[in-house]
């Protein structure tokens, strides 16, 4: 059965730069499919941050302006998501997930609270 | 960009009720369309793909129905465990990802 794994810092300066990562067991991301970032402030639904494909190619949420970049490390089996100049509204959980474009996002991490605060 | 409009926010219903969920795209996806059920705390769950598609292990009371810009989850019977917040999502590709604001059913 294929897991998802969030890791990364859970507290975060303002301005400074939110840096996640999702470990993927018992699958491997060079399989020909998205994976994505999904975030959800506390209280609030569900946001699309963005998605890589094999190769390393992106896609991002235009209401980040231009401020995320998703990479992929095929050595290690994971993707990770850097967010820079980050605000209070930034603070959520931010879950990893298989899919993207033309597939439905049918695995997904537990999810890591990641605050932004000095 | 393609935005996803659900109704009602909040649904209150009993066991045994039959309960159904509508979700709006500004513009049509097709059958893009995919619905999560998501409990407190926890990762959000695939339930339907491609509008009407079935995830592997879930009950037959849950169904999907539409294409082009307006669709539907009905749960035919609520059970204790259908008490959540369901959320639709557009994938079609032609526009980035997005989610309906999310639907809680309470008792």
């Known amino acids: 059965q294929m897991q998802l794994q969030e890791s990364g810092p859970g507290l975060v300066k303002p301005s400074g730069t939110l840096s996640l990562t999702c470990t993927v067991s018992?699958?491997?991301?060079?399989?020909?499919?998205?994976w994505s970032w999904v975030r959800q402030p506390p209280g609030k639904g569900l946001e699309w941050v963005g998605q890589?494909?094999?190769?390393?190619?992106?896609n991002y949420n235009p209401s980040l302006k231009g401020r995320g970049t998703i990479s992929m490390d095929t050595s290690k089996n994971h993707f990770s998501l850097s967010l820079t100049s980050v605000t209070a509204a930034d603070t959520a959980v931010y879950y990893c997930?298989?899919?993207?474009?033309?597939?439905?996002?049918?695995?997904w991490g537990q999810g890591m609270l990641v605050i932004v605060s000095s | 960009d393609i935005q996803m409009t659900q109704s009602p926010a909040t649904l209150s219903a009993s066991i045994g009720d039959r309960v159904t969920i509508t979700c709006r795209a500004s513009?049509?996806?097709?059958?893009?369309l995919a619905w999560y059920q998501q409990r407190p705390g926890r990762a959000p769950k695939l339930l339907i793909s491609?509008?009407?598609v079935p995830q592997g292990g879930v009950p037959s009371r849950f169904s999907g129905r539409g294409s082009g810009t307006e669709f539907t989850l009905t749960i035919s019977s609520l059970q204790p465990d259908d008490f959540a917040t369901y959320y639709c999502q557009q994938y079609s590709g032609s526009s980035p990802i997005s989610f309906g604001q999310g639907t809680k059913v309470e008792i």
């Open positions: 491609k509008a009407s």
């Open positions: 890589v494909f094999q190769g390393g190619i992106t």
């Open positions: 018992s699958a491997s991301i060079t399989t020909p499919i998205w």
């Open positions: 513009q049509s996806i097709v059958d893009w």
């Open positions: 997930a298989r899919g993207g474009d033309k597939a439905s996002f049918d695995y």
